[in-house]
């Protein structure tokens, strides 16, 4: 049967609610072994500890503050580098990980009040493929259908289908870890559609894929999004949040730093094409040379790299070289940038993603 | 998965039904997680079974075989033994039935991941894993039971009369061992599980009543009291109380009481010990 948007999905379409909703949602993980609201006392007769040393970390903000709301049927993307704290957010939406503030809704669900009513409506892709290795693939596929209630014919039905469409029907009696990396990915994914889920949750889903498998991947994506799904994903990957989401929320450090279409937000990216030079030393004499150079509309350095955005990256190469040697450096490394979602978050956290 | 591929995939990646999502009963999810459960015990039956009754016996050779025809053990010794080693057999093949599963779901692959995605309290789970360790664990009994009648020969004193209280015993026992395997799964790092057996299951064996009548230790009266902690005390007495009535035993209202209450306590410790795994 052919999806459409009316026979769908009556009951979330019909309601204004969007997919997903936080509010001010915060996670702090207490560090292990580290005991809360008891600091080291200096032991008698130690000079006691100078004032300005910081506290040893007794604990991890992983999200501070997140709002975020996502539409029905929205394509959207979750962009930033390891540490983000994009995996907590998922977490929460998918109620495996407490907030310890704010709140959290998916199609207005409450993830901690009513978090069994979230798990009926959501699919999830780990991060890591984790099938259950006692069960062969199909198995894999029907068990998960029957944990979410639907009959075993029609589980059955749908393995059947899911397994030609992910193209490992030839597999589907194999031993899970009888699989390929890009199959366990494709298996993943085909797990958590079997019990069609209003929103899919997909966690770095393209990671230690050949471009190849994950160009394919990218399709399929496209695919159940244009079945009226609405699809979270998180990615390290400038390229797959340009290419598949509607709307991409960049965040670094547990804070979101911009949220709007990768069109929108490449606008705001600073002009030029970036040249990233990374030198033997200090950039700061460097930059303050490159400031000076035609067509450099923006330079600036962090220890030993350099950052200037040229109106046109070619011709102003040869002279960023020269001003490095001119204060004495040579040059280690060049990385050019057009403008796109990768320059923005530069500008904005001074890291590269990848 | 090739570009042309995704692109003859049709117009729907998988056929959609109209369904409310609402509806899912938890007793449904609950017999397809017991059914997974089943269908891997089913697998590895024979390898549970060396796993779980093959020391059980071993003992019944050694102890209900060789010294008695050695003349080392009294004959009448094996009618004390046989309820002992069917109590030390339910209580490990229940304990490993459930903490083994568990140390490897949570471990480095994670995979009972799926699991709680299912739209169901976490509880229930845990819930499962315990009626599934309590199947796995009669299913040994029923194993023991006739091929350590065999080895041991005629027993005298045996009675198969009250064949509904030792069922009784056995679930009862089986619920508290399966619920301190779920325990000890979740809250045990899986590298310590050499150190499991050293510390807490020999001395449980050894100190279980299983191949004494409590009513013995009256001789070292801080052992008698101090095995009282012993869940299989309980376990192996009951199971006395049904098999060999005559024979010394506590009553089984007694042991059935103990066993109910370390059930609950076991379970409550076990749920609580899960949950902590399972929700950051």
């Known amino acids: ?354 | 998965m090739s570009d042309t591929a995704a692109a003859r995939l049709g117009p729907a990646v998988v056929s959609v039904t109209t369904r409310d999502a609402r509806a899912v009963s938890s007793v449904s999810v609950f017999m397809a997680l017991l059914r997974r459960d089943m269908v891997v015990a089913r697998r590895e039956l024979i390898s549970f079974l060396v796993r779980t009754a093959l020391q059980p016996l071993l003992g019944v050779m050694v102890f209900g075989f060789l010294l008695p025809h050695m003349g080392f053990a009294a004959r009448g010794y094996t009618a004390t033994l046989l309820p002992g080693i069917l109590a030390i057999s339910l209580a490990f093949a229940s304990l490993q039935a459930v903490a083994f599963p568990m140390m490897a779901d949570f471990g480095y692959t994670k995979e009972i991941e799926d699991r709680l995605l299912a739209p169901v309290p976490i509880g229930l789970i845990a819930f499962e894993k315990v009626i599934s360790g309590i199947i796995q664990g009669l299913i040994v009994v029923a194993f023991v039971l006739p091929v350590a009648r065999l080895i041991m020969g005629p027993i005298a004193g045996l009675s198969l009369q009250n064949l509904g209280g030792m069922v009784g015993v056995a679930l009862l026992g089986a619920a508290a061992f399966a619920s301190l395997g779920l325990w000890l799964g979740t809250a045990i790092p899986p590298q310590q599980i050499g150190l499991m057996f050293a510390v807490i299951l020999a001395p449980m064996i050894f100190f279980g009543c299983a191949y004494y009548p409590w009513a013995g230790l009256r001789t070292v009266p801080v052992m008698q009291i101090a095995v009282l902690i012993n869940p299989l005390v309980y376990l192996a007495e009951g199971m006395r109380g049904a098999l060999t009535p005559k024979l010394p035993h506590m009553p089984l209202a007694v042991t059935c009481s103990m066993l109910v209450a370390m059930a609950v306590l076991l379970w409550w410790a076990g749920l609580k010990s899960f949950i902590k795994r399972a929700m950051s």
């Open chain 1, 1 to 354: 049967m052919t999806l459409t948007e009316t026979e769908a999905r009556p009951a979330s379409r019909a309601s204004s609610e969007p997919a997903i909703r936080t509010r001010a949602l915060r996670k702090v993980y207490p560090l292990p072994g580290v005991k809360r609201g008891k600091p080291a006392r200096p032991t008698p007769g130690s000079a006691p500890a100078p004032s300005t040393a910081p506290a040893p970390p007794t604990e991890v903000v992983a999200l501070q503050g997140l709002d975020l709301e996502i539409a029905q049927g929205e394509f959207f993307g979750l962009l930033g580098p390891n540490g983000a704290g994009k995996t907590t957010t998922i977490g929460i939406l998918t109620t495996r990980v407490r907030p310890t503030d704010g709140q959290a809704f998916v199609s207005g669900c409450d993830v901690v009040k009513d978090s069994v009513a979230v798990r009926r409506r959501i699919g999830v892709m780990p991060q890591r493929p984790n099938p259950d290795r006692q069960l062969s693939v199909r198995e894999n596929l029907v068990f998960h259908a029957c944990y979410f209630g639907v009959p075993a014919a029609v589980a059955n039905a749908r393995a059947t289908e899911l397994l030609g469409t992910f193209e490992i029907a030839d597999r589907a009696a194999s031993k899970v870890e009888q699989l390929s990396g890009g199959q366990q990915q494709r298996l993943m994914i085909a797990r958590a559609l079997i019990h069609d889920p209003e929103v899919m949750f997909l966690d770095e889903p393209t990671v230690g894929l050949d471009p190849l498998a994950r160009h394919a991947l990218w399709s399929t994506l496209r695919r159940i999004h244009s079945e009226g799904r609405t699809i979270v994903m998180t990615t390290h990957y400038m390229e797959e949040a340009d290419q598949l989401c509607e709307r991409v929320a960049i965040v670094d450090r547990g804070r979101l730093l911009a949220l709007d279409t990768p069109a929108n937000l490449k606008a705001q990216a600073p002009g030029g094409t970036l040249i990233e030079l990374t030198l033997d030393g200090d950039a700061t004499g460097a930059c303050d040379l490159a400031r000076a150079l035609p067509g450099i509309l923006r330079c600036e350095s962090q220890q030993a790299v350099l950052r200037a955005f040229a109106e046109r990256g070619g011709e102003s190469i040869a002279g960023l070289i020269r001003a490095a040697e001119n204060a004495g450096r040579s040059v280690r490394d060049v990385h050019f940038a057009p403008p796109s979602l990768e320059t923005l978050f530069i500008s904005m956290t001074g890291r590269r993603l990848e």
